[in-house]
């Protein structure tokens, strides 16, 4: 392998890093919550009603960390739990009005910057991509892999 190469595929990981980086303060300066937070609340938002465990699944990320996140929203004002009548232990989760606020106001794209640009890529694309990330993870050494579970914008603070 050339090292230049290497060098060029590095600088592109930190031309991700640092557009993620800049995309979460924009979002923070904009709503005064982080990225993940915004995320969660735009997807609170294309379905009212959802239960933790639905909305976790949505984000990808562990249902504690869901929780965690949903708790800072909630006492901010901006997201509240409502039981059924139906089963008492159901919490399904609304946006308030100030959370729709926030949601309107709040830069795109709401997913974050690397969800969205892997949206868009095509499937063949993305499939060696993840082979490929695979790979790359297999050869570094004390990868975390609880970070999977973790919002982006979390992770490049």
């Known amino acids: 392998m050339t090292a230049p190469l290497v060098h060029e595929t590095l600088q592109k990981f930190r ?6 980086r800049q995309h979460s303060r924009a979002l923070e300066a904009a709503c005064g919550i982080n990225g993940a937070q915004v995320w969660m609340l735009a997807a609170i938002a294309e379905a009212p009603d959802s239960t933790v465990s639905q909305l976790s699944q949505a984000l990808s990320i562990h249902i504690s960390t869901a929780s965690n996140l949903l ?13 059924t009548e139906e089963d008492r232990r159901v919490v399904l989760l609304r946006l308030t009005d100030a959370g ?16 969205d640009a892997l949206e868009k ?3 063949d694309a993305l499939t060696r991509l993840d082979t490929e990330l695979t790979t790359l993870i297999a050869h570094m050494n004390l990868v975390d892999e609880s970070a999977a ?5 979390n992770l490049v603070r």
Not at 71 to 83: F, I, M, T, Y
Not at 108 to 113: D, E, R, S
């Open 149 to 153: 579970n973790e919002p982006m914008s």
């Open 121 to 123: 890529m095509p499937e």
């Open 71 to 83: 708790d800072k929203l909630a006492r901010a004002g901006l997201v509240e739990r409502l039981r």
């Open 100 to 115: 729709k606020a926030v949601v309107e106001r709040a830069p795109k794209p709401l997913t974050g910057l690397v969800f």
């Open 15 to 20: 031309l991700i890093v640092g557009a993620v």
